[in-house]
């Protein structure tokens, strides 16, 4: 019997294997914690973003959006604690030079000085700043240092003013941001799941001191039934309270949401109440004022809360490989035919919406189904694939999570119809040419998870 069990190997080939993601620089041998996203990866990559931002802004009335600069003021990241705390603990092996984070080794290795990989005597453990330093200008000396970014949020904090007066922001109010954030990792592992360059969506909403806790209830049920609407497996996600030796130095309350990859339970996304101190240390170590103005309520002043909503854009994409992978069994002819590889992706975030398959290259199907795909481009996402018996070019698709194939054959030319394949239940039906637009939008709307092999 086949091993259908999920494993990081089978995610890792099958994202080279079809295009998602690569290993930075592999022909030089590849740069540790960083990695290349291909054809699929990148349009996965930005579908996730994309119903993430219409879930934080389209359908939220008082959220908007805001794209700040990688690099910033570097007294930005003192007056946020990034500079002093934003630490991990790190040890070395004497004889094997194998680094390590203290936190992450046996503690009986780390009470005993010894590596846990050969036995060999490790170092004091030493503070190890996840920041990385460059500098700015053309002169390379202390007074033009300035840092990659560790997360998108301080660029909100600094904006909060711009935003809420541009916009005329009232109290409660989010703003929203996507983009890339850097962390010097000491280890770097399990693929794509930390890496020292990756995407960052997050969300912070200021409130009113006193409502911050109703606020962090409000935001931990919105983000839970984020990931129910992205059709994710709601049994491999749970939450994680932060006990008191874990609370960042900002947070006053927070929870992970985390997702059970092919490691185990592993965070995905945070939800932290951040109380005032984010604006209380801007306003203190920028000596502007950061207070927010009531107006509605006779210019009472105060500096707002912050919820934060916080996810990695690439651990999400991680998750959705892991939780839309399948090895299905599809027939019983005895051959290797009888199994699938499927990428279940809810179809507002595949890579491929539809794809447009001539049932032979003669016969002027081929230039039929060509008509037909760029009819369909300006709606969706589209491939083309004459290559190979019909079959193996749906298991292709299937491979990439593609949740329609149109196939174009001799009735087409006849009565203008085609057959419809939906990938998760494999049904084909016949529709004609003119309402395949219109059939896919509704198919899409109405998408429900669908049921998995066990």
């Not at 210019?299 to 892991?322: F, H, K, V």
Request: hydrophobic share 35%; aromatic share 12%.
């Amino acid at each position: 019997m086949a091993d259908t069990a999920l494993t990081m190997d089978k995610i890792v080939s099958l994202a080279k294997r079809r295009g998602f993601v690569f290993q930075s620089s592999e022909i030089y041998g590849g740069l540790s914690g960083a990695w290349d996203y291909g054809p699929q990866g990148v349009e996965l990559k930005n579908r996730i973003a994309r119903f993430w931002w219409k879930e934080m802004t389209q359908l939220h009335d008082n959220i908007v959006g805001i794209d700040a600069a990688i690099l910033m003021h570097p007294r930005v990241w003192h007056a946020s604690g990034h500079v002093e705390n934003f630490t991990d603990p790190l040890v070395d092996c004497k004889k094997c030079k194998a680094r390590f984070r203290a936190d992450q080794i046996p503690p009986e290795n780390l009470a005993a000085k010894k590596c846990p990989e050969c036995g060999g005597e490790l170092t004091e453990t030493r503070k190890f700043n996840l920041m990385f330093k460059t500098t700015l200008g053309p002169v390379e000396d202390e007074s033009g240092i300035v840092y990659l970014r560790p997360e998108t949020a301080q660029g909100i904090y600094v904006n909060f003013k711009n935003v809420q007066q541009s916009n005329r922001m009232k109290i409660p109010f989010g703003i929203a941001q996507v983009g890339k954030a850097f962390r010097n990792e000491i280890v770097t592992k399990n693929f794509i799941f930390r890496t020292c360059e990756f995407e960052q969506m997050e969300m912070q909403f200021f409130v009113k001191p006193g409502t911050d806790m109703e606020w962090f209830e409000y935001w931990r049920e919105q983000r839970w039934n984020y990931y129910r609407k992205l059709g994710i497996d709601m049994d491999k996600l749970r939450w994680h309270q932060h006990g008191p030796d874990e609370l960042a130095h900002y947070a006053k309350v927070a929870y992970d949401i985390e997702f059970e990859f092919p490691m185990g339970f592993k965070e995905l996304e945070g939800v932290h109440n951040r109380s005032d101190y984010d604006l209380s240390r801007h306003q203190q170590f920028s000596g502007k004022d950061m207070q927010y103005i009531d107006q509605d309520n006779g210019n009472e002043r105060y500096i707002p809360n912050i919820i934060e909503t916080s996810a990695g854009l690439t651990r999400q994409l991680l998750m959705l490989l892991c939780d839309a992978y399948e090895e299905q069994k599809v027939a019983d002819k005895g051959n290797e035919d009888d199994w699938r590889t499927v990428l279940h992706f809810h179809p507002e975030v595949a890579p491929i919406t539809v794809a447009v398959l001539p049932l032979m290259k003669k016969d002027g199907l081929a230039e039929l189904a060509q008509d037909i795909r760029a009819e369909l481009k300006e709606d969706f996402v589209t491939d083309y694939d004459q290559s190979g018996a019909i079959g193996r070019r749906y298991r292709r698709q299937d491979e990439v999570g593609t949740p329609f194939c149109v196939t174009i054959d001799y009735q087409t030319k006849e009565d203008g119809t085609v057959t419809l394949r939906d990938r998760d239940s494999m049904l084909q039906e016949r529709l004609p040419r003119a309402r395949i637009s219109e059939y896919v939008r509704q198919k899409i709307k109405d998408y429900k998870r669908a049921e998995r092999n066990l």
